[in-house]
């Protein structure tokens, strides 16, 4: 894998030479492309809004309700028995906090403060990792997190951006446009703060010709590392009912493996490759069904690299 690509777990260790695992926390945060009661979002997202596997969906999304003392609490306990998972299940010697669910910025500068002291004040991370929509960057928000480069490793910011086509965006009801995250990333790398791009391939609209628009755009800005997904349908979702219409498809194993290789291959050798596939449970996915698990799916890209004798960046 280290040959072929750049990947996540090799940069980790390479770094900080010891086993790095995230805490994945939800912040009761909300998202701007939301209703106040959690309906709405993009035409893709379901109601989960990205969760790790450790955390309770029934505990999740009670912003409107919950003060921010019940949110800090709430961040602290998700800390507690995600350690507890991560030094159980993987060994972990040290870790990163990861806000993670929906849009981590999108609140008062007061309440992220008060959130972001608080969870960094319960253990001694190597990271700060915060997932956010590119529209979701003020220039206070920026600052904030940029105060943080002093108290960790790396402070990142996970960037939406899915595509670089417009017309896909659209689509798909994102409502940002594709300079917020230019605009965005710039701002982030005067603060010093480190940029992690969320790419979706197999959007409508979209195929190899944006797929090689896209690459090249995050190469252009010099995006430190990239998020990988395929496009899931999952349950509750404006997708589930075009899918069920047959207006739209789920990219196969085949072509999904076809597609990333695509990527990397257009995708700076120097971009860290976090992630490369999605990972919903089949319980909330209605497609594509019966697709292999991750390490099966990382197995074949790789060999189909290395048996054509390709590598990350080689169409740069």
């Known amino acids: 894998m280290k040959d072929v690509y750049r990947s996540y777990s090799e940069h980790l260790k390479d770094t900080y030479h010891k086993r790095v695992y995230r805490i994945g926390v939800d912040g009761q945060f909300s998202c701007p492309n939301r209703n106040a009661d959690g309906s709405g979002g993009c035409a893709f997202c379901e109601q989960s809004g990205s969760l790790a596997a450790y955390q309770n969906p029934q505990d999740m999304h009670k912003m409107c309700s919950s003060s921010i003392e019940q949110r800090i609490d709430h961040v602290l306990k998700q800390i507690e028995s995600g350690k507890r998972f991560l030094v159980r299940r993987y060994k972990a010697e040290a870790f990163s906090l990861y806000f993670q669910s929906y849009t981590n910025t999108f609140d008062t500068l007061e309440h992220l403060r008060s959130l972001y002291d608080a969870a960094l004040s319960s253990e001694d991370y190597v990271e700060l990792i915060i997932s956010t929509r590119p529209d979701c960057l003020s220039d206070e928000v920026v600052a904030l997190l940029g105060s943080y480069t002093d ?17 896909a965006l ?14 965005g990333v710039g701002s982030l790398h005067l603060h010093g703060i480190g940029v992690c791009t969320h790419i979706m391939l197999g959007l409508p609209l979209d195929g190899y010709a944006s797929y090689g628009k896209t690459a090249e755009m995050i190469n252009s800005v010099k995006s430190e590392a990239v998020k990988i997904h395929n496009l899931h349908i999952c349950r509750n979702t404006q997708m589930e009912g075009w899918y069920a219409q047959g207006e739209i498809t789920a990219a196969s194993v085949r072509r999904h493996v076809e597609e990333t290789v695509f990527m990397l291959r257009h995708l700076d050798p120097s971009i860290v490759i976090e992630r490369l596939v999605c990972e919903t449970p089949q319980r909330r996915r209605i497609a594509p069904r019966n697709f292999v698990d991750k390490h099966q799916f990382i197995r074949q890209v790789v060999r189909m690299m290395e048996e054509r004798g390709w590598q990350q960046g080689d169409l740069v």
């Open 170 to 183: 659209d689509l798909a009801g994102r409502n940002h446009d594709v300079f917020s995250y230019l605009k």
């Open 151 to 167: 108290k960790v490793e790396k402070v990142w910011v996970e960037l939406g951006l899915q595509s670089a086509n417009q017309a």
